[in-house]
């Protein structure tokens, strides 16, 4: 899921590449997927962020993100991740700079 015109077709042209290449029976959950399309399972800093926060999502795709949902799970995949991603809080998209902690 994302909006055209605000994520870059490089990103969405990568994620239907590595989605294409996957073989597998079934996806269970969202975690099969995303050990099945990450750049490298030993970076220390991810490259997929998930959540299951609606809200988190929807900022997500509004800065430029590509959500990536599977059925019958919660948590949503978002690429590209950035360190930063991993940082915010709950409040960060509701709350003013100040005030979100």
């Known amino acids: 899921m994302y909006i055209n015109g605000v994520v870059t077709d490089k990103i969405v042209d990568e994620v239907r590449n ?8 079934g996806i269970l959950e969202s975690d099969y997927m995303e050990e099945l399309i990450q750049d490298s399972a030993y970076s220390p800093f ?14 997500e795709i509004l800065e430029g993100k590509l959500a990536i949902l599977v059925d019958g799970t919660p948590h949503v995949l978002v690429v590209p991740a950035l360190y930063i991603s991993s940082m915010h809080s709950a409040r960060s998209t509701s709350s003013g700079p100040i005030s979100a902690r």
């Not at 590595?18 to 029976?25: F, K």
Request: no cysteine.
């Open 18 to 25: 590595r989605l294409s290449r996957i073989d597998i029976d």
């Open 46 to 59: 991810p490259t997929i962020y998930n959540s299951e926060r609606p809200d988190v999502i929807a900022a």
